[in-house]
């Protein structure tokens, strides 16, 4: 069968109640990261900030914050239910939400300045989605891959914290880890 990793996700991610449960629990990005993406995708680019691409948007946790930079925000996901929650939330209205695979992005060639995945880029098809990123991307675009781990501050013991610390790692890091696919790993070693 042909490399399609998004075939899977979209069965993970189809139930509508799945998709409420992120709207309702999923963490929104500190202000910084949005800040600090923009800021360097100022120092490769000059020009004005069109088209913002956030692939695998879930319900546009992370696409939303974009909105004030950029005249419109495309946010992406490959399942319906992630978007049709979307759709139903408030968001700025140069926030536009599509179903689709990041594999295929609805953007002309060039169009785009930034291509943004948030805690998704390990479900993607990476050659695949690559390509297309570099398609829609203009002259020095910029592609941001973002994800978060365990924090080091969760457990605030007055003896046991690290105690505490070194279990929860070992069960993320090692234990759950035979359960990370490849490309999460690589997204995880590598970017
Ligand atoms: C862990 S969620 C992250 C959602 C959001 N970006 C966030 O930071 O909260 C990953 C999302 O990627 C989507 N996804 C997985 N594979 C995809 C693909 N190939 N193309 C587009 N979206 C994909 C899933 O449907 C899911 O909504």
């Known amino acids: 069968m042909k490399n399609c990793s998004w075939m899977a996700t979209e069965r993970f991610f189809e139930g509508v109640q799945h998709a409420k449960n992120y709207a309702t629990f999923r963490p929104r990005p500190p202000e910084q990261l949005t800040e600090r993406i923009v800021a360097y995708l100022k120092e490769k680019y000059e020009g004005q900030l ?13 696409s939303t914050p974009f909105a004030h930079h950029f005249h419109k925000v495309l946010a992406t996901d490959v399942s319906s239910a992630q978007i049709q929650v979307a759709n139903a939330l408030v968001h700025p209205v140069n926030v536009e939400f599509r179903n689709c695979t990041a ?3 609805p953007a002309t060639a060039g169009s785009t300045q930034l291509v ?6 390990h479900w993607f098809d990476l050659p695949a989605f690559f390509q297309e990123a570099n398609r829609v991307l203009c002259s020095n675009g910029v592609i941001a891959l973002s994800s978060y781990g365990l924090a080091s501050h969760v457990f605030i013991h007055p003896a046991k914290s690290t105690e505490l610390h070194q279990a929860l790692f070992h069960v ?4 759950l880890n035979v359960f990370p696919s490849q490309t999460n790993n690589k997204v995880w070693n590598i970017f």
């Open 116 to 121: 943004n995945a948030s805690t998704a880029a």
């Open 172 to 175: 993320f890091y090692g234990e």
């Open 103 to 105: 594999e295929s992005i």
């Open 50 to 62: 069109d088209l913002c691409v956030d692939v695998g948007c879930g319900n546009g946790q992370c």
